[in-house]
């Protein structure tokens, strides 16, 4: 699945998105509100596909945590 498709199924336009994209030399991180997503961030990586993903308590810094890679 592809992380525009990925995050359309999360409904809490208050969540922290994090992303963790694995590149073959490096891992870059990336965070935003959803709702910035949905209102224009930069979504370059819209296409990528998600490897995993990972669910933090509301104790957390962030509510998810997505690995993706191209």
């Not at 961030?41 to 945590?65: A, L, P």
């Amino acid at each position: 699945m592809i992380l525009k498709d990925f995050l359309s199924f999360i409904t809490d336009e208050e969540a922290r998105i994090e992303l963790e994209i694995d590149l073959d030399d490096a891992n870059i991180y990336e965070s935003f509100w959803l709702s910035d997503y949905r209102d224009g961030y930069d979504k370059q990586y819209d296409d990528y596909e998600v490897i995993g993903f990972r669910f933090i308590t509301e104790f957390s810094e962030s509510d998810i945590t997505i690995e993706i890679k191209k």
